[in-house]
């Protein structure tokens, strides 16, 4: 499904929030982004190659060529590739990997697209505010013409959606962010906030000049369904999530939170400092984009 724009009025004003661009799996919905793990392990596995959820998890928010060829570099699967093709992995390869991938994945995606609990009624609230609701996504077009479509029969259409391969690159650079702005009339980047629950999510957001929010319990760094989460012990908890969230914070985030539920508390303090004059000025060169590329300007 497309999402187009009836028409967007440009948001001009610095010290009003204008915007959420919000992550999809196991930020908006998949409770511990569980579709593409499975996926991942069955692909390699199709092709002679052992790989276990822990290692298929540690590119997630990549674009899904850009992970496969992650995986392809880690020792372990370069060593199994080695051994059964006689070369290393090549661009070709990945090119066949991803081919089967993309079928593979969105044929599972469904089973994994309930939404986390309290994600609609924040959007609903985010509305009401009058903020625009973006999203980009590691999912490509073809993957995310399924999950958007069963998105939107339970409420839920961002008024914009970038995804991965629309764009020459993805994430960690900003360019969907900024395919973001543009498309729903965002002039300053310091008046938006990205909602994600990868590392590379939180790159891209710091990398396009934006407040960055890490959910750290529903999403990839903890990777676990409600249910396994809601089964473990206190102390489990406290300490998977101080995991989780040091991850997020170490790639840069100026918050984390436990999901979606908690954003909006977040959205009011960023209210305040932005009203205090608080601007965020990207920091971006043009070498490869890399995590902190976000600086504070109270000036």
Known sequence: M??????SPVSTAQDQLSAVVFDWAGTLLDFGSRAPMGAFVRLFEQFGITLSIEQARGPMGMAKWDHIRALGLLPDVATQWLARYGQPMSDADVDRLYEVFTPMNAAVVPDFSDFIPGAL?????????????????GYNRPIMEVVSAIAARGGFVPDSLVCAG?????????????????????CWPSTVV????????????????????????SGNAMGLSL???????????????????DKLYGAGAHYVVDSVADLLPVLDDIQQRLARGERLVSTLDDSTPTRNAVAIDAS
Do not use: H, Y
């Not at 497309?2 to 028409?7: A, C, E, I, N």
């Not at 629309?166 to 965002?186: C, K, N, Q, Y």
């Not at 909602?195 to 929010?213: K, M, P, R, S």
């Not at 396994?228 to 206190?234: C, K, M, R, T």
């Open 121 to 137: 009624e924040v959007v609903a609230a985010l509305r009401e505010r009058g903020l625009k609701v973006g999203s980009t996504t």
């Open 227 to 245: 249910a396994d989460w809601q089964a473990l012990s206190e102390e489990q908890q406290i300490a998977r999530r101080t995991a989780a969230a």
């Open 166 to 186: 629309d764009l020459v690159t993805g994430r960690p650079t900003p360019l969907m962010m900024w395919r973001t702005f543009a498309e729903l009339g965002i």
């Open 2 to 7: 497309k999402t187009t724009l009836q028409s």
């Open 194 to 217: 990205k909602v994600d629950d990868t590392e590379v999510g939180i790159e891209e957001g710091l990398n396009a000049g934006t407040w960055t929010v890490g959910v750290c319990v």
